[in-house]
């Protein structure tokens, strides 16, 4: 691993199921170590949530030889025991941020599940019932979550990772009857506000591969299915460049262009 160039991979929707046979998931894992210096996780780890399914993934994830940080997606959540899935992950030495912050090799990782509730002025408000209000806060407090993680951060590069997308842009493809479940706008502030390089979400797999925050911040849909189907000849993970902070005297990074190079590839300077 290079001091002055970090490699991070990223990918979501692994849908890690108890019926994959051992080593179904070494084509994603399997060219990580070879193409980047950590591995990002965006939710959906698992297929059903269950403790079984979270042990299988942390066998799988031995392949990739690398730094895995990951946040959880809505289907982590479906047995009711995301606990233990997250003590399972810990224990097999994924880092699983929930509203916290965490620094690899020099760059900042934000991350948070996120939450569903549509985007710009059509976005749900917290009017009416109360369960229709208790679905809009949730959405606000993985927002309060994201940004209080992003400002704990002191790198020159944060990374934010979440399983729901902060913008429209990268679920456009999808059916727009279900785009307001595919995230949600009240994501987008936090990153808007501080001086974020570029964010990962899954979710959306039929969505698009990249889109941007008002403010210009990149982001990218990393959902599985999504990178198998429009990169077919790639390995299924984008991977991004940035530099690291021992060459920059620690001065924040403004928002990168997007590097077209190698088809999931990305250069931040
Ligand atoms: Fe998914
Ligand atoms: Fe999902």
């Known amino acids: 691993m290079s001091l002055e160039r970090v490699r991070v991979a990223a990918v979501g929707d692994i849908h890690c199921a ?29 297929d059903t949530g269950s403790p079984d399914e979270a042990k299988l993934l942390v066998r799988e994830l031995a392949i990739a030889k690398v730094p895995v940080v990951a946040v959880f997606g809505n289907h982590d959540y479906e047995s009711e025991k995301a606990d ?7 224990e097999g030495g994924v880092v699983v941020l929930d509203g916290d ?19 710009g002025e059509r976005a749900l408000q917290p009017w009416g ?9 949730e959405a606000v407090e993985e927002a309060l979550k994201l940004e209080g993680a992003l ?20 679920v456009t493809d999808e059916p727009s009857e279900i785009a307001p479940f595919l995230g949600s706008s009240r994501l987008e502030d936090p ?42 000849n790639e390995p299924p993970f984008r991977v991004i460049e940035v530099q690291g902070d021992r060459t920059n005297g620690g001065a924040p990074t403004a928002a990168p262009p997007v590097h077209a190079g190698s088809g999931l590839g990305a250069t931040i300077p």
């Open 18 to 46: 108890k019926a994959m046979t051992p080593g179904s998931l070494a084509p994603v894992f399997g060219q990580v170590a070879e193409r980047a210096d950590i591995l990002a996780l965006c939710g959906d780890l698992t």
């Open 84 to 90: 233990e899935v997250k003590k399972i992950l810990v």
């Open 101 to 119: 912050s965490v620094e690899l090799c020099g760059v900042g990782f934000a991350g948070v599940k996120g939450f569903a509730g549509g985007f």
């Open 129 to 137: 019932e109360p369960i229709l209000k208790a679905f809009v806060r």
């Open 151 to 170: 400002a704990r951060l002191r790198t020159p590069h944060r990374i934010e990772l979440m399983h729901y997308s902060p913008v429209r842009g990268t």
């Open 191 to 232: 990153l808007n506000r501080y001086p974020v390089t570029a964010a990962f979400h899954g979710h959306a797999h039929s969505g698009s591969p990249e889109g941007r925050t008002s403010s210009g911040v990149p982001v990218y849909n990393v959902a599985l299915p999504l990178l198998r189907r429009r990169f077919p």
